[in-house]
C-alpha cells in the first residue's frame, strides 16, 4: 500500500480552530490516527465539509467569524453534514460557564467535550470512542440484516454468529463508559439465572441472557461526555440518558428473528408501582423479562463501582432490594434476588456475574 492509499484508508478529521499551537498540536497528536485537515474559521470549515464531509470534526468554541455553537448549529442543520460528529473544544471558561456550554453543546448535538490544553492520551482516547461509535451506529442496521438472511441460509450456524454479535455489541455498549466494564455481561446473567430460577425453559434462559445482553444498547446513541461525566447529572442530561431505553428499542426492532429482543432495553427502566420510564406502565403489564432484568441492572448498579461512589456494601444492597420490593421490582423476582444475595456468603457474586453456589456445583 503507497503512503497515498494508506492516508485515504484512514478517517479524516477536520479541526477548526483560529489558534496556530492547538492545531498543530491537535495534527500531532491525532495524525498516526487520522488524516487531520486544519482550519482557522467556521466559515473555512463549513466550505471544506461541503466539498468533503469529514469522518469528524474538532470545534472550538471562541473563534472571532462565528463561535463553535454557531457552527455546529449549521452543522446539525445541514442533513448532508448531520451525522458528522463534532467533539466541542474550549479553554480559558471556568465554573459554572464551562458546565452551561457544555450542556449546550450537547444538547445541539456535540458527540464530546474537549477543555484546552489538550492532554494527548485523554484526546486520543475520546477521538477514538467516537469515531468507534460512529462506524457502529452508521453499520448496525446493515449489519443486523445481514446476519438475519445468514440465519434463513444456515440456522446453526446463524445462532452462533448472531450470539456472538450480541455478545460483541454489549462489550462494545460497555466500552463507552469507563466504570461500568462487565456490566452487560453480568446483568445478562443475573437475568438468565432469575429466569432459572422461576422455573423458565433453557431455551427461555438464553433469550433472558440476550436480552440482558442488549439492554442497555441505546447508550451507543448516548454522549460519551454525559455518559461519563464525574458527579451529577442536570436535569437535561438526566433526559439525555433517559432516552437510550427509547433508542436502544428502535435499534432492535429491525430484527425480526428475535422480535422480543428489544424489550430488555425498552422496559428495564419501568417501576413495578408504575413511577418508571418511558412508558410509565406498571405491575403485569410490564414485559416479565423487563421485570427479571430490572432488578438484575439495579443489583449490579449497585454492586459496581461508579465515577461518583465505590460500590456498596452487600447488607446495604439487600436492604435496597427489600425497600424496593412492590414499589420498585416485581416481588417475586426481588425475592428470587435476595435469596441469591442471601447464599453469596462471601459477597462474590458482583465479581463474576454467576451465582457463588451454582459455581461451586459446576453449573
Known amino acids: 500500500m503507497t503512503a497515498t492509499e494508506a492516508e485515504k484508508s484512514k478517517p479524516l478529521i477536520l479541526a477548526i480552530d483560529d489558534d496556530y499551537m492547538i492545531r498543530m498540536v491537535t495534527a500531532r497528536i491525532l495524525g498516526d490516527e487520522a488524516e487531520v485537515k486544519c482550519v482557522i474559521s467556521g466559515e473555512d470549515g463549513l466550505?471544506?465539509?461541503?466539498?468533503?464531509?469529514?469522518?469528524?470534526?474538532?470545534?472550538d468554541y471562541?473563534?472571532?467569524d462565528m463561535n463553535g455553537l454557531s457552527v455546529l448549529k449549521k452543522i446539525k442543520s445541514d442533513d448532508k453534514l448531520k451525522d458528522i460528529p463534532v467533539i466541542m473544544m474550549t479553554g480559558g471558561i471556568e465554573g459554572r460557564a464551562n458546565m452551561e456550554l457544555?450542556?449546550?453543546?450537547?444538547?445541539?448535538?456535540?458527540?464530546?467535550?474537549?477543555?484546552?490544553?489538550?492532554?494527548?492520551?485523554?484526546?486520543?482516547?475520546?477521538?477514538?470512542?467516537?469515531l468507534n461509535y460512529q462506524h457502529l451506529q452508521r453499520h448496525l442496521e446493515e449489519e443486523v440484516e445481514k446476519q438475519t438472511q445468514r440465519a434463513e441460509k444456515n440456522l446453526a450456524a446463524s445462532q452462533?454468529?448472531?450470539?456472538?454479535?450480541?455478545?460483541?455489541?454489549?462489550?462494545?455498549?460497555?466500552?463507552?463508559?469507563?466504570?461500568?466494564?462487565?456490566?452487560?455481561?453480568?446483568?445478562?446473567?443475573?437475568?438468565a439465572e432469575i429466569s432459572r430460577r422461576y422455573g423458565d425453559t433453557p431455551e427461555r434462559q438464553k433469550q433472558i441472557f440476550q436480552m440482558g445482553l442488549l439492554h442497555d444498547i441505546g447508550k451507543i446513541g448516548i454522549p460519551g461526555a454525559i455518559i461519563n461525566k464525574p458527579g451529577r447529572l442536570t436535569d437535561e442530561e438526566f433526559a439525555i440518558i433517559r432516552s437510550h431505553t427509547?433508542?436502544?428499542?428502535?435499534?432492535?426492532?429491525?430484527?425480526?428473528?428475535?422480535?422480543?429482543?428489544?424489550?430488555?432495553?425498552?422496559?428495564?427502566?419501568?417501576r413495578y408501582d408504575g413511577r418508571g420510564?418511558?412508558?410509565?406502565?406498571?405491575?403485569?403489564?410490564?414485559?416479565?423479562?423487563?421485570?427479571?432484568i430490572a432488578v438484575a441492572d439495579s443489583y449490579d448498579a449497585m454492586t459496581s463501582k461508579r465515577s461518583y461512589r465505590d460500590s456498596m456494601p452487600q447488607q446495604k444492597v439487600r436492604d435496597e432490594i427489600v425497600k424496593g420490593r412492590g414499589t420498585q421490582f416485581?416481588?417475586?423476582?426481588?425475592?428470587?434476588?435476595?435469596?441469591?444475595?442471601?447464599?453469596?456468603?462471601?459477597?462474590?457474586?458482583?465479581?463474576?456475574?454467576?451465582?457463588?453456589?451454582?459455581?461451586e456445583n459446576g453449573e
Open 246 to 270: 427509547v433508542i436502544g428499542a428502535d435499534i432492535l426492532k429491525p430484527i425480526k428473528e428475535f422480535p422480543e429482543l428489544g424489550t430488555g432495553a425498552r422496559y428495564h427502566h419501568e
Open 62 to 64: 471562541e473563534m472571532p
Open 47 to 59: 466550505a471544506f465539509l461541503a466539498n468533503r464531509p469529514a469522518d469528524l470534526v474538532l470545534l
Open 102 to 130: 457544555e450542556t449546550k453543546a450537547l444538547e445541539l448535538g456535540a458527540a464530546d467535550f474537549l477543555n484546552k490544553p489538550l492532554f494527548p492520551p485523554v484526546t486520543l482516547h475520546r477521538v477514538r470512542n467516537v
Open 277 to 292: 420510564y418511558p412508558d410509565g406502565i406498571a405491575g403485569e403489564d410490564i414485559p416479565l423479562a423487563a421485570r427479571m
Open 330 to 359: 416485581d416481588p417475586q423476582f426481588a425475592d428470587i434476588m435476595l435469596q441469591m444475595i442471601d447464599e453469596d456468603k462471601e459477597y462474590t457474586m458482583r465479581d463474576s456475574g454467576i451465582p457463588t453456589e451454582d459455581k
Open 160 to 191: 452462533r454468529l448472531f450470539e456472538e454479535t450480541v455478545l460483541a455489541l454489549s462489550k462494545s455498549i460497555d466500552a463507552k463508559d469507563s466504570y461500568t466494564r462487565g456490566h452487560s455481561q453480568r446483568v445478562a446473567e443475573y437475568s
